[in-house]
């Protein structure tokens, strides 16, 4: 489909909310591209998924007549692989990346392994599973503190600590655990934390994190004035282009489509260690991805047009291959 007016982009669905524990944060991205859309005059209708049922969300999503729909979904379900999954079913265009890729950039430990067997620097980690957890021996000294205690799939820094020493471990654990069966135990990189956004498979200015508090958490992300952005970030080039091709080596490697964001920690002697990769970042005109298209002359509706253009350039392409 050549999308040259206004009107051949069809009726486009924002699919925002959702059942996750980001629920709050996806209808904040659903409702700045539904008022995007909007306002460049785009057949635009807000759709807040309010439950997991395949049933009745094909048929709330088939209520509307949709010619696309955009996923504005953070978190389980928006971004592991369900959604995107249904709306195959129903033959949708969508945003984003596919199935296997969402699946694979939402699990935290499928996609370091990956990352891992392809050369790319990851922070040194274990693995451990609610079903077989004996405090008694789990045992993290080889990778030092402090430590990042996280769940294997979810956003947001939801469920994360980081834990100065031995004693603190068993209620991180017990934390994450209230939101996954299986955490993922790193070692904590020294270093500056940036982002790099890819998009149509090029990769966006860096940008650096400099929170308020002691590490990027959920507060730090979303309350105002909590955390300094620096974007492009005060990095040498050749250390931002080393960045910039483990953002897209990242994106590459799990089959991403349309855009993403890489969050990595530069180590003390400039290494880019890759945390994870964000299918469906934030998309608030504020937030990092809209933030880093800003800086070369990518406004907030012409960011969203795009995804929606290479939403049904990725549909076209499936048709005829």
Known sequence: MALNSRTEFGRIGV??????SEREISLKSGKAVYEALKNDDLDAVAIDIKTDDPI?????????????AFLALHGRFGEDGTIQKALEELRLPYTGSGVLASQLAMDKIASRRIFEQNNLFVPRYE????????????????????????????GSSIGLSIIGEKSDLGKALELAFDYDDRVLVEEFVRGREL????????????IEIIPKKSFFDFE????????????????????????????????????CSGCSRTDLMLSE??????????????MTATSLLPKAARTIGIEFNQLCLTLIRLAYEKTNLQISG
Do not use: W
Request: hydrophobic share 35%; with cysteine.
């Open 15 to 20: 699919l925002m909310g959702g059942p996750s």
């Open 56 to 68: 009745e969300n094909a048929k709330l999503i088939t209520s509307y007549g949709l010619d696309c």
């Open 127 to 154: 693995v451990v599973s609610k079903d077989s957890y004996d405090p008694k021996r789990c045992d993290f000294d080889k990778l030092g503190y402090p430590l990042v205690v996280k769940p294997a799939s979810h």
């Open 195 to 206: 982002t790099v956004g890819v998009l149509e498979e090029r990769a966006l200015p860096v």
């Open 220 to 255: 730090a992300k979303y309350q105002p004035g909590m955390t300094e952005y620096v974007v492009p970030a005060k990095i040498d080039e050749s250390i931002a282009r080393r960045v910039q091709e483990a953002g897209i080596l990242a994106h590459k490697l799990l089959g």
């Open 269 to 282: 002697d400039n290494l880019p260690y890759v945390l994870e990769v964000n299918t469906i970042p934030g």
